[in-house]
């Protein structure tokens, strides 16, 4: 059963809080469009990522969360002087440190700065149909033109609330070399 496999570039997550001292008070988020996954979308806001090397942009994706949480490839990470771990998103104890910068205000996370693990997003349905359950790890292999590859350590996340696809960053679909439209499937 294959399924699309979807690059997520740089992003951040944001509180109310962090948001209103970003953007000013009682601000909420404008919908750029709609995300795959039910509910999730791309804001029309933007914030600059500081790090102890570099800035770079990053749009904000909503709705808002109880945490931020600032999502980079390991790349953007050198580029920026921050360690960020590999993790989980939501998994943010402990993980690198920057500074958020909007039109009204700055933010200084003391951790949150995480690279995204890869992972599969999947309903209970979808689970059942692929064979996996929640938590585990698989392999997936991605065809494409000249540069297929399989990558391990691709964590399975279920819940009613998910739709299907499978979710690497910028640097990992460089390395298969992904198009608009790329689709996987689970090897064992």
Avoid: W
Avoid at 65 to 85: F, N
Wanted: glycine share 10%.
């Amino acid at each position: 059963m294959k399924f699309i496999v979807e690059t997520s570039a740089r992003h951040v997550h944001v509180t109310q809080e962090d948001l209103e001292v970003l953007f000013g008070k009682g601000y909420q988020l404008t919908k750029k469009k709609d995300l795959s996954q039910p509910g999730q979308y791309a804001s029309n806001e933007k914030v600059t990522i500081v790090g102890p090397k570099k800035e770079m942009t990053a749009s904000i994706l909503g709705p808002v969360r109880s945490a931020s949480q600032v999502e980079i490839s390991l790349t953007d990470a050198r580029t920026l002087g921050i360690a960020a771990p590999v993790r989980e998103s939501g998994d943010i104890a402990g993980s690198g440190a920057c500074k958020l910068v909007g039109p009204c205000g700055e933010v200084e996370l003391k951790e949150g700065v995480i690279a995204a693990k890869r992972h599969i997003h999947a309903t209970p349905e979808d689970a059942e149909k692929l064979g996996v359950q929640d938590k585990e790890v698989v392999s997936v292999k991605i065809d494409t033109d000249g540069r297929s590859l399989v990558f391990g350590d691709v964590v399975v996340r279920v819940s009613p609330k998910f739709a299907l696809a499978m979710h690497i960053d910028t640097d990992e679909s460089n390395a298969a070399g992904c198009g608009r439209e790329v689709y996987g499937e689970i090897v064992k």
